[in-house]
């Protein structure tokens, strides 16, 4: 296949209203599709993303059951599979908090080769928050799923809630080898316009595409995120 169109590959973080990310993008794909872009078949493409993730660390849908650790004979698969969902269009969207989990060498190598196959151009969308929201949001959310004592009980480095994984200037050093990214405040965006959902439209050159929406939830106070 030869490389074209864009890959935008929103990345996370955590809690930064992702999962009304997921869901806005779903009740405007018609409008995603008139303008050349379209979706990932799964809303969260964690399982996309856990085939890239390094095998030692032990994220969430892993320990769900979810998805396995990576099968090194599976990415010219994934390709051919990105391609395709393209169904005829220029670009596609794929959504996955997952792959803000993706730190080293390794990962970067194997990812940039895969998607290289596919798009000219891939666009990293970035959303931070408070450091200590972020913690306070995802501790929460760990408590309530009922994985916040297995992922404590880990050692640091293969815990997806170690210390490490809170290094923002960490994720952004991992995609600047991807591609040009396209960062968000996701604090300022909801002090200003009440949701990130604006300043993801215009990340994606798409102003106005979710003009109407209000899907924020799981609010934690001021600072809420998904």
Request: glycine fraction near 8%; include cysteine.
């Given at each position: 296949?030869?490389?074209?169109?864009?890959?935008?590959?929103?990345?996370g973080?955590?809690?930064?209203?992702?999962?009304?990310?997921q869901r806005?993008?779903?009740?405007r794909?018609?409008e995603l599709a008139?303008?050349?872009?379209a979706?990932?078949p799964?809303?969260?493409?964690?399982?996309?993303?856990n085939?890239?993730?390094?095998?030692?660390?032990?994220?969430i849908?892993?320990?769900?059951g979810?998805?396995?650790?990576?099968?090194?004979?599976?990415?010219?698969?994934?390709?051919?599979?990105?391609?395709?969902?393209?169904?005829?269009?220029h670009?596609?969207l794929?959504?996955?908090?997952?792959?803000?989990?993706?730190?080293?060498?390794?990962?970067?190598?194997?990812?940039?080769?895969?998607?290289?196959?596919?798009?000219a151009r891939?666009?990293p969308?970035?959303?931070?928050r408070?450091?200590?929201d972020?913690r306070?949001?995802?501790?929460?959310?760990?408590?309530?799923?009922?994985?916040?004592e297995?992922?404590?009980?880990?050692?640091?480095a293969?815990?997806?809630?170690?210390?490490?994984?809170?290094?923002?200037?960490?994720?952004?050093?991992?995609?600047?080898q991807?591609?040009?990214g396209?960062?968000?405040?996701?604090?300022?965006a909801v002090?200003?316009?009440?949701?990130i959902?604006?300043?993801?439209?215009r990340?994606?050159?798409?102003?106005g595409l979710?003009?109407?929406?209000?899907?924020?939830l799981?609010?934690?106070?001021?600072?809420?995120?998904?």
């Open positions: 296949m030869r490389p074209q169109g864009t890959l935008w590959l929103h990345v973080t955590h809690k930064t209203g992702t999962t009304s990310i806005a993008v779903g009740l794909e018609a008139a303008a050349g872009i979706l990932w799964e809303a969260n493409a964690q399982e996309l993303a085939h890239f993730i390094r095998p030692s660390l032990w994220t849908p892993r320990l769900l979810i998805s396995a650790p990576v099968d090194v004979a599976i990415f010219d698969e994934l390709a051919a599979r990105m391609d395709a969902a393209r169904g005829g269009r670009d596609l794929i959504s996955s908090q997952e792959f803000c989990m993706m730190r080293d060498a390794l990962e970067a190598q194997v990812l940039k080769g895969t998607l290289g196959q596919v798009f891939v666009v969308i970035m959303a931070f408070d450091v200590d972020w306070a949001s995802r501790t929460d959310e760990l408590v309530r799923i009922g994985m916040w297995r992922q404590e009980a880990l050692p640091d293969l815990s997806s809630d170690g210390d490490w994984y809170y290094d923002a200037a960490a994720v952004r050093r991992f995609w600047a991807i591609g040009d396209v960062e968000i405040d996701y604090d300022m002090a200003r316009e009440g949701s959902l604006p300043a993801l439209a990340a994606l050159g798409q102003p979710f003009d109407g929406l209000d899907l924020r799981n609010r934690r106070g001021a600072g809420a995120g998904q």
